[in-house]
C-alpha cells in the first residue's frame, strides 16, 4: 500500500494537462471530475481507481498484473479498476491511464444534442360527397 497523499498528487500531476477538471472528495477519497463526472480516486487501501467504461479499455487495464476491481463492501462498480503499483509507481502509465478514464468519461457524460423531429403536416381534409 503506498501513501495516499503521495498518490494523489501523483495522480494529480497525471492528470495536469487535462481539461474541465474538478476535485472533491467521493467515498472519503480524493477525486478527479471531468465535466461533474468522477473518472479517477485514491481509493482508501492506498490504489488509484480509474473508470473505464469502454469494455476493450476495462479488459485491457483487468489484465494488468495485480490490478483488480474496485469492490468497496464486496461488491464489484462497474468499469472501476484499481491499478496495480507497478502503473500508479510508473508516471507515463498512469498519464495514459488517467488520460484515458478521462476521455472515456468525458465521452459519456457529454450531453446529447436534442433531435428534433420534423412536425408532420396535417393531411388535407377530403371534402365529403
Do not use: Y
Not at 472528495?25 to 479517477?40: S, Y
Not at 436534442?114 to 360527397?129: D, S
Request: with cysteine; charged share 30%.
Amino acid at each position: 500500500m503506498l501513501d495516499k497523499l503521495k498518490l494523489f498528487e501523483d495522480l494529480t500531476r497525471a492528470a495536469d494537462s487535462l481539461s474541465d477538471l474538478g476535485h472533491k472528495k467521493m467515498f472519503g477519497c480524493d477525486a478527479l471530475f471531468v465535466g461533474g463526472a468522477i473518472f479517477a480516486m485514491v481509493w482508501k487501501e492506498g490504489l488509484i481507481g480509474v473508470k473505464l467504461p469502454d469494455e476493450e479499455a476495462f479488459q485491457k487495464a483487468m489484465a494488468l498484473s495485480g490490478a483488480r476491481p474496485w469492490a468497496p463492501g464486496g461488491k464489484a462498480m462497474s468499469h472501476w479498476v484499481l491499478l496495480p503499483e507497478t502503473v500508479s509507481g510508473d508516471s507515463k502509465r498512469l498519464k495514459a491511464w488517467v488520460a484515458r478514464a478521462h476521455t472515456l468519461v468525458s465521452r459519456g457524460n457529454a450531453k446529447p444534442k436534442k433531435v428534433t423531429k420534423p412536425k408532420k403536416k396535417a393531411a388535407a381534409k377530403k371534402p365529403r360527397e
